[in-house]
């Protein structure tokens, strides 16, 4: 059985996805960001970067002791050699798919998150950040409309891999960082595939009580970009323009 320490945000999706496109059996223990779960001493045990989420493996192949993962590119490489899905047994195909997990795990989703932070959420408007993060998260998607484009099918190739549940996640946030996937004809294909599979929808929908603008979600925002009480009038205005 497969322990999940969770909250509902694009990262945690990643996981959640994979899990019930894999099939594999698991149970969630939420980790409440706006009480600070993600500092707990029994927490950092398992995920020392204090950030969800991570996973406890309780029935590793062959035995032993529970085996902790955190970092959502490592999990997802662990939960695809067990259960033998999502990445491909060539060499040429494995370590494409690989390279792709990679690049977003260091790109598309480090950018996005830094973008989302100034462009909705900082209580002080700074247009150089702004420029910045706008400026290299459109250059994000345009290199994955790209790849997508190249290969007509999936981000690694033409089969479904781990590099598709760690984007898609974040290619999600697109409206609420005003992009239009229209821009981007390929990535727009394949978001409109992946978001009619089921499982993905069901690992989509995992978490879904916190719903955007409630108090623990903003008191989330605070705690996790140290921006103040979130009482502020001009956050309360950018929050609620952003839902």
Not at 5 to 22: D, F, H, R, V
Request: charge should be neutral.
């Amino acid at each position: 059985m497969i322990e999940v320490l969770y909250a509902a945000t694009p990262n945690g999706w990643k996981i959640s996805i994979m899990l019930e496109e894999c099939g594999l059996p698991y149970r969630v223990t939420p980790i409440s960001l706006s009480k600070g779960e993600q500092f707990s001493e029994a927490f950092l045990k398992v995920a020392p970067n204090n950030k969800i989420p991570a996973i406890i493996d309780h029935a590793p192949e062959g035995g032993g002791p529970p085996v902790p993962v955190f970092e959502t590119g490592a999990i997802l490489l662990y939960l695809a050699e067990k259960s033998g899905r999502f990445l491909p047994d060539g060499l040429a195909e494995r370590y494409a798919a690989i390279q792709w997990l990679f690049w977003q795990t260091s790109g598309l989703g480090p950018m996005l998150g830094q973008h989302g932070h100034f462009f909705l959420y900082a209580k002080e408007t700074v247009p150089y950040a702004i420029d910045r993060f706008r400026g290299e998260t459109k250059r994000l998607y345009k290199v994955l409309d790209t790849q997508l484009g190249n290969t007509g099918a999936y981000v690694a190739g033409p089969d479904l891999t781990v590099a598709d549940f760690a984007c898609f996640p974040w290619i999600v946030t697109h409206k609420a960082q005003k992009l239009s996937l229209d821009d981007y004809p390929q990535i727009k294909r394949w978001f409109t595939e992946l978001r009619g599979r089921e499982a993905l929808q069901r690992g989509m929908a995992l978490g879904g009580g916190l719903k955007r603008g409630s108090d623990e979600d903003r008191e989330a925002r605070d705690r996790m970009f140290g921006i103040g009480s979130g009482k502020d009038e001009e956050y309360e205005k950018r929050v609620n323009g952003a839902t």
